[in-house]
């Protein structure tokens, strides 16, 4: 039978991960995923909850530099692990080229699919580096490039409501030449 | 969620003992099981975490075959060379799964064992003999646009959702298996799932606490090979219909194919009297036809799903034809 009220906390898992750089020791409920744990337990509101199963892409951040859906990990099973979030990626002042990009090419308009879609941009970034095909390539053993078909492929996991597609898609593939040619 | 204890083994045998309690539960890239326990479908009290034990070797099989263990990500399952250059059809078949985010999180033994998505086993308020034995199944007679048109049961006309297994089926990979006990088997993938009759909350034939340790590929197929998926939108949805195939052809005659469907039934769908008509037969377009019908002869669709037959034969028929036009 389910048990019906919580274990006590003396059971509770102690999880060491890096989180944009600084080292976290966090004792919490198993039950608390990697993105609540940012969101409400370290103040880390940059990663969206917009679905909360894996659907839409706003929780994306990156760990050990793959771009994974945060809602849908525990925090418990990112012991260390580095995590990297909106907030690593840049400030207002100095602005990550995607962000830079995005402001440039008007990528967003309500603005809250943006932090999950630059941190899934920076992993596609690595993943096209890393000579991950994608399911757009008519030759799954050829050498991976970006264009806009590629592009909207690989970025599928992001959705906008707001359908700033267009220029979110520019936004990405200026910052591309800007940053690898 | 219910409240669950959380544990991070470092051993097989430690893993399996586990696993095997009662509400004992194997968790590996998460991203099936969490999204099932958040909605109330799954109430595991205990889950056991598999990602330090050793299941992330990837490499060749004495027999000229790779052995992928059950850690390793579908997105590095997908990557490799070796995979990417002579067994393309898995390859594709990873890639037109889930997203670029989940298939970074996904492990080959998750995949496998992921669950139905019919809505009805998601939606706790409703009958469903998967998820509650006895309750009765809601799709039958209900939205069933989605579910099976071949070997369902009059409990349970659920699909089985993964591309990965489609493509390992149509390959005759093998799965290795560590039970609680310490015994190791292994049993071709055709013999991890099974279809719902009387029993539809068994998806499979693994006994609880029993661990997937490795996928093992046999040598690469002669001929050429693709996976072909249909779906609703045109990227990150779950398969309508999809076939897997291997095709080898020599001077215009068929030596040798492999088919599996996906989208179809309770498991990786495998047309066995298609693939018996056209070995020997010509490599043309009416023997494709001939075979894609075949495939379908006995399919008993539900009011919601009558167009997935003429999908699945139209889908045979031109992936077979392109193979053959690609020298298969
Ligand atoms: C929005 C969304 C879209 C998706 N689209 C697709 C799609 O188009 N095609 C597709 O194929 N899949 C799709 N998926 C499903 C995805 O592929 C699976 O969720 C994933 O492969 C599961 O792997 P995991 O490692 O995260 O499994 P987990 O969630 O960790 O585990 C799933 C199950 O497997 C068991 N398990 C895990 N490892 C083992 C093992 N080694 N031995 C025995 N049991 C084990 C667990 O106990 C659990 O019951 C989608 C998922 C989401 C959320
Ligand atoms: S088809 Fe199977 S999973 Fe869906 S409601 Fe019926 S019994 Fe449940
Ligand atoms: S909140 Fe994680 S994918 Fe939607
Ligand atoms: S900008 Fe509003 S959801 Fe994308």
Redesign the interface.
């Known amino acids: 039978m ?2 019906s ?3 006590s906390s003396a ?1 509770w ?1 102690t999880t060491r991960l890096t989180i944009n750089g600084q080292k976290h020791e966090l004792t919490v ?3 608390t ?1 990697l993105l609540d744990t940012l969101r409400d337990h370290l103040g880390l509101t940059g990663s969206k909850k917009g679905c ?3 659907q839409c ?1 706003a929780c ?1 951040v990156l ?1 050990n530099g ?4 945060a809602c ?3 925090v ?2 990112r ?1 260390g692990d580095e995590i990297v979030t909106i907030e690593g990626l840049g400030e207002s002042e100095t602005l990550h080229p995607l962000q830079q990009a995005f402001w440039t090419h008007d990528g967003l308009q309500c603005g809250f699919c943006t932090p999950g879609q630059i941190c ?1 941009a920076v ?2 970034f690595r ?1 096209i580096e ?6 757009a390539m008519a030759n ?2 050829a050498t991976p490039s970006l264009d806009a078909v590629e592009v ?7 959705i906008c409501r707001c359908s700033a597609y267009p220029n979110i898609v520019a936004a990405i593939l200026d910052s591309r030449q800007g940053h690898a040619g | 969620m219910r409240p669950f204890t959380f544990e991070r083994p470092t051993s097989i045998a430690a893993a399996t003992l586990a696993a095997s309690q009662l509400g004992g539960k194997f968790i590996a890239g998460g991203t099936n099981l969490l999204d099932l326990m958040k909605v109330d479908v799954e109430r595991p009290t205990s889950l056991v975490d598999i990602s330090a034990l050793p299941l992330r070797d990837f490499g060749a099989t004495a027999e000229g075959g790779l052995r992928i263990g059950a850690l390793v990500s579908n997105t590095d399952i997908a990557s490799d060379n070796r995979i990417r250059e002579a067994y393309p059809v898995l390859a594709e078949a990873l890639l037109n799964g889930a997203s670029a985010q989940l298939r970074n999180q996904a492990t080959a033994g998750g995949n496998l064992m992921q669950r139905t998505r019919c809505p009805y086993f998601y939606d706790v308020f409703m009958p469903c003999n998967k998820r509650q034995p006895g309750s009765g199944c809601s799709a039958i007679g209900g939205y069933s646009r989605l579910h099976a048109i071949l070997g369902a049961s009059r409990d349970c006309i659920a699909v089985h959702p993964s591309d990965m297994a489609v493509a390992l089926t149509a390959l005759q990979a093998e799965i290795e298996v560590h039970a609680p006990s310490g015994v190791v088997r292994t049993l071709p993938i055709c013999a991890l799932h099974r279809l719902p009759d009387e029993t539809p909350d068994h998806d499979t034939s693994l006994a609880p606490g029993e661990l997937i340790s490795a996928i093992i590929l046999p040598p690469p197929a002669r001929g050429k090979q693709a996976y072909r998926k249909v779906r609703d939108r045109a990227s990150f949805a779950f398969a309508v219909v999809s076939v897997a195939a291997i095709l080898d052809c020599s001077s215009r005659t068929v030596r040798d194919v492999r088919l599996a469907l996906g989208g179809v039934a309770h498991k990786p769908w495998q047309p066995r009297a298609a693939e018996r008509a056209l070995v020997g037969a010509p490599a043309s377009g009416a023997s494709f036809e001939a075979a894609a019908r075949a495939a379908v002869a006995g399919a008993e669709p539900q009011p919601g799903n009558q167009f997935k037959i003429d999908l699945a034969r139209r889908l045979i028929a031109r992936t077979l034809t392109d193979l053959a036009a690609r020298g298969g």
Request: aromatic share 0%; glycine share 10%; no cysteine.
């Open positions: 389910p048990q009220h919580p274990i059971a898992p409920d198993p039950r995923t909360d199963h894996g892409g994306t760990v793959a771009r994974m859906n849908l990990s525990l418990a099973m012991h899934s992993g596609m993943e890393h000579g991950v095909p994608s399911a799954v053993a909207r492929e690989r970025m599928s996991g992001n």
